[in-house]
């Protein structure tokens, strides 16, 4: 699939600002903007079968096998790319596997890696909060709610992610370093990555 519009591939660990800054340029650039996080958990809070799998999988902190999550992002990329032009895509791919399957889609015009040290990311990631009610994201360090563990918005109660507790963000920080890092060298390769 041929796009005339950025393909961008969003890279980093856990809790480096890939969303904020894929956000941004989604916005600037008017193309869509894919949290493979976000879309996943849309999927479990609809209750679904495939929902249910993937909650059981992400609660313990463990990053969907390749083969499934290349199947669900690549139709949703294809679909975007397609009614688009362009994209930004945050968290995935996440492997070599994944990339090829992301390629065999569309190609990346550009792949943008944020960077943070492993502290920093449990640091960042550990203080997050999210609303019950309305999802809104609070940071208690960086963008603390006005009252205490409580929605600015709706009142709601914030609570932490299950993959927000330090032990789960080094386990994932683990799978990072692992299996995504790799992908900083193929982009570079490619001739598109930026830093």
């Not at 809790?15 to 903007?33: F, M, R």
Request: charged share 30%; net charge negative; with cysteine.
């Amino acid at each position: 699939m041929k796009s005339d519009k950025p393909i961008i591939i969003v890279l980093g660990p856990q809790g480096s600002g890939k969303g904020t800054q894929g956000k941004v340029l989604a916005k600037k650039l008017d193309i869509p903007y894919l949290k493979t996080g976000q879309l996943l958990r849309d999927e479990i809070a609809s209750g679904s079968e495939e929902g249910k799998y993937i909650s059981s999988v992400i609660d313990d902190g463990t990053l969907l096998p390749d083969e499934y999550i290349s199947k669900f992002m690549t139709g949703k990329i294809a679909q975007s790319v397609e009614s688009s032009g362009g994209i930004i895509v945050d968290g995935f791919p996440r492997s070599n596997g994944q990339a090829d399957a992301f390629e065999g889609v569309v190609n990346p015009t550009h792949a943008i890696l944020v960077d943070i040290p492993d502290e920093e990311s449990i640091r960042r990631l550990s203080a997050r909060r999210r609303c019950i009610k309305d999802n809104k994201i609070y940071n208690l360090i960086t963008n603390p709610p006005k009252n205490n563990e409580s929605c600015d918005i709706c009142g709601g109660q914030l609570e932490q992610r299950v993959d927000d507790t330090p032990e789960a963000i080094k386990h994932r920080l683990d799978q990072y370093h692992r299996d995504t890092e790799p992908l900083i060298q193929r982009y570079e390769s490619m001739g598109v990555l930026h830093k």
